[in-house]
Nanobody
């Protein structure tokens, strides 16, 4: 059974940086895509960045040029480097995994979710 464990959230001032980590366990094949989503209370969960099963990345427009995905395949850890953070990036961030994902930033494509990690950016 695939499990995900996030870490790296915290509080920073606007313009600062954080790196989120998502350690995946329980699978060995290369059919999984992985992604980061975020959610603010009262709003829908939003796709932030995703890595498909052959290594292609995609980002939502609001984070392009500021956030970068990378993956340590040996350790099965997905990283989200977040630079130039803005107050509107404040949210709970969730890691997700899914097999044969077609639409990388859509929540319904993913069936495995982490517990989430909180990111707070103050102005």
């Amino acid at each position: 059974q695939v499990q995900l464990a996030e870490s790296g959230g915290g509080s920073v001032q606007a313009g600062g940086s954080l790196r989120l980590s998502c350690e995946a366990s329980g699978y060995t094949d290369n059919s999984y895509s992985m992604a980061w989503f975020r959610q603010v209370p009262g709003k829908e969960r939003e796709g932030v960045a995703a890595l498909d099963h052959i290594g292609r990345t995609t980002y939502t427009d609001s984070v392009k040029g500021r956030f970068t995905l990378s993956k340590d395949n040996a350790k099965n850890i997905l990283y989200l480097q977040m630079n130039s953070l803005k107050p509107e990036d404040t949210a709970d961030y969730y890691c997700a995994a899914g097999r044969w994902v077609a639409s990388l930033l859509d929540t319904y494509e993913y069936n495995v979710w982490g517990q989430g990690t909180q990111v707070t950016v103050s102005s």
